[in-house]
C-alpha cells in the first residue's frame, strides 16, 4: 500500500493490499453498518470488535449531548456494563459460556469517544462470536434487577480506581488541564451520578445510539469479508435491527481545535500513603494532528523507554523513583500531554523540577541525531511488533473507521517516521512548554510543595 487510504463514509465498498500480505475490504451496507476486515494469511484465529461512536463525552448530565435523551455522567459505562447481562435469547451465563466453551476471550470498553465489544476466538468460532455479540448489542433487556446489581459492581469498580493512587492522579489530571470540556469527565462518572442513574435513562440512551448507521464491525486476522459482512446482516436482522431500511452512517465528529476554559494550574489531593503520585502536563494534540507522529518520537525520547531522558535522569543518574515515563493521548478536537513519576512525598518538588527542566531543554536544545534514530527505531520496532496481534489490527481498523477517516498501515507509519525531523521535535516541544502547564498530584503533599515551578 502506498499512502494512506481514505475512508469517505458514501463509498459503499473498498478493497486494498495493506503491509505484510495483508488484505483490507470495507463494505457499508444500506442500513448504515460499516464492516471492515483484515486479512491477514497464515493465522488461526480473529478478533472481531461491535464499535460505537458514542462515550462519555457526550453525556451531559442531564441530557446525552448527541441524541437529547437524559443520561447522567457514566451512563454510557453502565450500559456497556449491561449488555453482558443477557438477552431475550440469552442469559448472562449463556453469553459467558459461549466464549468459554471454546477457549475465546470476550470483553468491552468504553473510552471517551467510542465503545466497543469485542471477542478473540479461533477461525472456526467467528460466525458464534458474530451472533452472540450482534444479540448483545441489539436485544439486551436492562433488567431492572440486573440494573441494581451492576450499579453496586460499578459503585466498587470507582471505588477500587479511586483506591489507586495512578488512577486518581490521572483523573485530576484531566480535569484540572481540560478544565470544562467534556473529555475531562471520567469515564465511569462518579459516585453520585451512578447512585443517580435510572433504567430509564440508560434504556434511552441505548435505544438513541445503537442503531445500523451507528454501528462498525472490525474483524482482523483468519478473516473472509464476504462471509463475515453475511453474518454481520443476517445476526443484526435475526436481532430486529431494521437492516433494509436505508440511513446513511452517522458523520464522523469534528476535528475542529476546542477552545479550552477552566483549567487549574496545581491540583493535589493528600493522602497517607508512601508515595507522591505526580503528573504534569498540558493540552495536546487531535487524533488527526498532522504533528501526532512528531508527538510520538518526542514522547519516545522524553519519557518512552530506558533510555529516554526522564528516565535516565530520574531514576538512573538521581534514584528519585522507581516509575516515570511520558504520554500523549488524542481525541477528535482537543488532547493531553503529560509525564508521570510515582516518588517519596519529600522529593517531589525535585523530581516536578526535573521533569518541567527536562521539557525546557528539550525545547530549548531540541535533540540529537542519535536520539532521533534510536526513537525512529524505537517506535518503528514497536508498531510491527504490535500487529503481531489480530486485536491491534482490529482496534485499528476501528479507530480508523471512527475517529481519522483513514487506514494507515505499517509501511505508511515507517515512511511517516522516516520525515520526522530533529527540528519538527523540537518545535513541537517548544509548542508545549509554551502552554499553561499542569502539575497533578496524589500523596502527602499539598499546593505549596509545587508553588512557583510552572
Not at 525520547?301 to 493521548?329: N, P, T
Not at 477528535?332 to 503529560?338: E, L, N, P, Y
Not at 481519522?404 to 522516516?418: K, P, Q, W
Request: one cysteine or more; proline letters at 4%.
Amino acid at each position: 500500500m502506498n499512502g494512506a487510504v481514505d475512508l469517505p463514509l458514501d463509498r459503499a465498498d473498498l478493497t486494498f493490499a495493506a503491509s505484510g500480505d495483508a488484505l483490507v475490504s470495507r463494505t457499508v451496507l444500506p442500513s448504515g453498518v460499516r464492516v471492515l476486515s483484515e486479512h491477514v494469511p497464515g493465522v488461526r484465529s480473529a478478533t472481531i470488535g461491535f464499535w460505537f461512536g458514542v462515550g462519555s463525552r457526550d453525556e451531559t448530565g442531564s441530557l446525552l449531548g448527541r441524541t437529547g435523551h437524559s443520561a447522567s455522567f457514566g451512563s454510557t459505562h453502565f450500559l456497556e456494563h449491561l449488555l453482558f447481562k443477557g438477552t431475550g435469547r440469552r442469559t448472562a451465563f449463556d453469553i459467558a459460556i459461549a466464549f468459554d466453551a471454546v477457549g475465546g476471550e470476550h470483553n468491552a470498553l468504553t473510552a471517551k469517544e467510542q465503545t466497543c465489544y469485542y471477542a478473540k476466538v479461533q477461525d472456526r468460532d467467528l460466525g458464534m462470536a458474530t451472533e452472540v455479540l450482534a444479540d448483545m448489542v441489539t436485544s439486551s433487556v436492562l433488567d431492572a434487577t440486573d440494573f441494581e446489581n451492576e450499579r453496586g459492581v460499578i459503585l466498587e469498580e470507582l471505588a477500587m480506581a479511586e483506591d489507586d493512587p495512578a488512577d486518581a492522579v490521572n483523573e485530576r489530571f484531566f480535569s484540572a488541564v481540560l478544565g470544562e470540556h467534556p473529555i475531562a469527565r471520567p469515564i465511569g462518572g462518579n459516585p453520585a451520578t451512578i447512585n443517580g442513574a435510572t433504567r430509564d435513562a440508560v434504556w434511552q440512551h441505548y435505544r438513541a445510539n445503537y442503531r445500523p448507521q451507528d454501528l462498525v464491525v472490525a474483524a482482523a486476522g483468519a478473516v473472509d469479508h464476504a462471509r463475515l459482512v453475511a453474518d454481520v446482516e443476517r445476526a443484526l436482522t435475526a436481532g430486529g435491527w431494521p437492516m433494509a431500511e436505508p440511513a446513511a452512517p452517522i458523520e464522523r465528529r469534528s476535528t475542529q481545535v476546542a477552545e479550552l476554559t477552566g483549567s487549574v494550574p496545581i491540583v493535589t489531593a493528600r493522602r497517607p500513603i508512601e508515595q507522591t503520585h505526580l503528573v504534569i502536563g498540558t493540552p495536546g494534540l487531535r487524533a488527526t494532528d498532522d504533528a501526532r507522529i512528531t508527538m510520538g518520537v518526542l514522547n519516545s525520547v522524553l519519557g518512552g523507554g530506558m533510555s529516554s531522558r526522564l528516565f535516565q535522569e530520574v531514576r538512573e543518574k538521581r534514584g528519585l523513583a522507581y516509575s516515570v515515563y511520558s504520554f500523549a493521548a488524542g481525541y477528535s478536537d482537543t488532547g493531553v500531554f503529560g509525564m508521570y513519576a510515582a516518588c517519596a512525598p519529600q522529593k517531589s518538588r525535585s523530581v516536578a523540577g526535573i521533569m518541567l527542566d527536562e521539557l525546557r531543554r528539550l525545547a530549548a536544545e531540541g535533540i540529537s541525531h542519535d536520539e532521533l534514530a534510536r526513537a525512529v527505531g524505537q517506535l518503528s520496532g514497536g508498531s510491527a511488533l504490535a500487529l503481531e496481534d489480530s486485536d491491534t489490527r482490529m482496534t485499528r481498523l476501528g479507530r480508523s473507521e471512527l475517529s481519522t477517516g483513514e487506514f494507515v498501515d505499517l509501511d505508511e507509519t515507517l515512511r511517516r517516521l522516516a520525515l520526522v525531523t530533529a527540528d519538527d521535535v523540537r518545535e513541537l516541544a517548544a509548542a508545549l512548554a509554551s502552554r499553561p502547564l499542569t502539575i497533578a498530584a496524589v500523596g502527602a503533599v499539598d499546593d505549596d510543595v509545587f508553588s512557583g515551578l510552572n
